[in-house]
């Protein structure tokens, strides 16, 4: 019935949704995880509060860009009342394009010489 | 155990558990929905992020994890709040203009039958023929304002999933809808005034016709989505057999083909607010 999202009009996309994507595109995590996984990859620089996680998963859940999953990467040391999400087709499109956008913009601030050096932990100047 | 809340280890250090029972009162700040479907997740996030912190700084990291999350709260709290407003006024709105354009199409068909026994015999205003006018005028009125609210409510509910076809049509309709008003307004005033009535009714039901094809193919509605069609082509289809002359003597339509018009328009605009009311909750779908 409802009618299937083009991934290009997701774009650009918060901060937040883009982390969270990112988070999920190697396998299913429960919510702290998906922090835990934002945090360590850009060393604590990105921090996101219970709502802020949450409003977004709800957000991301209702666009189809993740949906719940059933699994259980160790049943015996997880509380089965945590939620586990895994990105969705759509999902995996959306951050492929946003990643490319993300990609064109650098390789324009490579062009322009704003970018000092490749690979700098400082990427603009 | 309220909504939200989680059980707190008991051989969690004291500032983490009192941390952990405050948030979780705290969280019913959020709109009940919202926390009924996400407190209890929010909280054990919480926790964890707690834990981990008291861990690594003690009071220090505690401290900067409250600053953090304060304003965490007051940001998604206000937001959600938003959200939420937004989605109940549109999912009300297009409840509600489901109802008007059912209304609005018994009132039209009312309005028209009940005009039609009118013998327009120009008897002074006065008796029952003064009776069948002030009806016919009431409900045409009343109905065309009540079609143009729901095809309002339509557009807000449905233009999404309509693509960019459907929902231009949808305003199409709309403002054929309101020019139709306008014609009903001045209908003492202005000698084209028929003309604009029914050239704006005309107009929006076969815009509304068209937009069936659309329904249709792209499943617009969860079931019925001919209903536009059917409300749509009864009155162009009797325009045609009057234009073309099926009673050869008046060159107007006969009248079972009248009736016929009106009560497909009728039933078609019933069935389309049925299912506006119907399906009002599920045509709200935020953005990520």
């Known amino acids: 019935m409802a009618e299937v999202a083009q991934p290009e009009s997701f774009l650009p996309l918060t901060p937040a949704v883009f982390h969270i994507l990112l988070a999920l595109a190697d396998g299913e995590k429960h919510g ?23 409003g977004s998963i709800k957000r991301m859940l209702a666009a189809g860009l993740i949906e719940e999953s059933d699994d259980r990467p160790d049943p015996t040391l997880d509380d089965e009342r945590r939620r586990y999400y895994r990105q969705t087709g759509l999902g995996r499109k959306v951050l492929r394009m946003e990643t490319e956008r993300m990609a064109e913009l650098m390789a324009l601030a490579r062009r322009k010489h704003v970018l000092v050096g490749f690979g700098s932990r400082s990427i603009l100047t | 155990m309220p909504e939200g809340a989680i059980r707190v280890n008991p051989w969690a250090p004291g500032p983490v558990d009192l941390s952990v029972r405050v948030y979780t009162w705290l969280l019913s700040a959020y709109p009940g929905r919202f926390r009924a479907e996400y407190g209890h997740h929010m909280a054990q996030f919480f926790r964890d992020v707690c834990r981990r912190d008291y861990d690594r700084g003690g009071l220090t990291g505690m401290a900067s994890l409250w600053a953090r999350t304060s304003l965490d709260l007051i940001r998604t709290t206000v937001e959600e709040h938003i959200e939420r407003g937004i989605d109940m006024s549109r999912e009300s709105f297009v409840r509600w203009s489901g109802w008007a354009l059912m209304a609005g199409a018994v009132l039209f068909a009312a309005g028209l039958i009940i005009g039609s026994f009118d013998s327009f015999d120009m008897d002074p205003i006065g ?14 009125a009343l109905g065309q304002v009540l079609f143009v609210i729901g095809l309002l409510g339509l557009r807000a509910g449905y233009a999404g999933r309509s693509g960019s076809l459907g929902a231009g ?14 014609g009903l307004l001045v209908m003492n005033s202005i000698e084209v005034a028929w003309q604009i009535w029914m050239g704006g009714f ?3 039901t076969l815009t509304l016709a068209v937009f069936g094809i659309v329904a249709i193919r792209r499943k617009v509605f969860s079931r019925w989505n001919f209903a536009p069609i059917l409300a749509g082509v009864g009155l162009p289809l009797l325009f045609g057999i009057g234009i073309a002359g099926v009673d050869s003597v008046s060159g107007q339509a006969p009248e079972w083909g009248s009736l016929l018009a009106v009560v497909m328009t009728s039933v078609g605009l019933i069935l389309v607010g049925y299912r506006m009311q119907a399906e009002a909750g599920k045509t709200a779908a935020p953005a990520a």
Do not use: H, K, N
């Open chain 2, 127 to 140: 008796g029952v023929d003064a009776v069948y006018e002030i009806s016919q005028a009431v409900g045409l």
């Open chain 1, 32 to 54: 702290y995880a998906i922090m835990q996984e934002v945090e360590g990859a850009t060393e604590g620089r990105v921090q996101m509060g219970p709502g802020t996680l949450y």
């Open chain 2, 169 to 182: 049509l949808l305003l199409l309709a709309v403002v054929a809808g309101i020019v139709s008003l306008g």
């Open chain 2, 202 to 204: 005309v107009a929006m």
